[in-house]
């Protein structure tokens, strides 16, 4: 089978405290490294989930809802007000 080298860029100390949790383990990184890309190959996705934080869908989801409390509303709203209401839902 033929090989290829992979090169990234990693935080100096993320790289050391993987190496040794990968010695503790009993391998080295290029085998760890090999089993998390078959893994993936085998599975077809990312052996951990991705997705956005927190803190930005319910900042989305806050401002949804003082959009919404504003529509039903027949009252004309200053860019102030509407400031004032995204600032009280974040709180």
Known sequence: ????TLSVRVDSNDKKCFELFCSNTGMNVSTAINMFIKAVLREQ???????TST????????????EKEMDVSSKRYTSEEVLESMKNRIR
């Open 1 to 4: 089978m033929e090989q290829s």
């Open 55 to 66: 803190f930005d869908n319910e900042m989305y989801s806050k401002l949804l809802e003082a």
């Open 45 to 51: 996705k990312l052996p951990f989930e991705v997705k």
